[in-house]
């Protein structure tokens, strides 16, 4: 029953981060709605005995990549007034009520699931989240596109190095051109 509430709360909790990322006309506010979005997702790879992939969720998307959209969106300038005074009234209380309700929440859920030490060769529970089974089929089943997607990254890397580094030299135009 836990395991169902959980359900509902995070998957409201993803539709309206959803929701906010496309509706709001300020970007800052966007992102914020796709960072409540990954964070929500993060929390169905638990439910689901992906803890891995949730920590993966939560590392990269949310840590790295929510931190490049920002600075691409504050390098870009939003030049909006905000109206930083809050309309309702009890607004940080009532905010962190709810936060330390859903961490509470989180951890009652995710204390039977989550596998927080070396098994002695047996899951009491499924294992498909953990290390060792991610590991094992990464390195072992999918190596070459592993390998594959690690060389293509590095060649994208490298070219984008080198486009940032380029600097065009003008054009030497030929007199009898700008004639005709």
Known sequence: MVEVILFVIVALTAIAGAVTMVSVRNP???AMGLLLTMFSMAVFYVMNNAHFVAAVQV???AGAVM???LFVIMLIGVDQVIDTDENIPFQRPM???LGGALV???VIAARAA???GRSSGVCSIDCNGTIENVSEELFGAWLLPFEA?????TIAAVGTIALAQ???RPRLVDATEDEQ
């Open 104 to 106: 509470f929440l989180l």
């Open 59 to 61: 590392l990269i998307y």
């Open 114 to 116: 989550w596998i927080t």
């Open 67 to 69: 931190t490049l959209f």
């Open 166 to 168: 380029f600097v065009a």
């Open 149 to 153: 997607t690690v060389l293509l990254l």
């Open 28 to 30: 800052v506010y966007s």
């Open 95 to 97: 905010a962190i009520g």
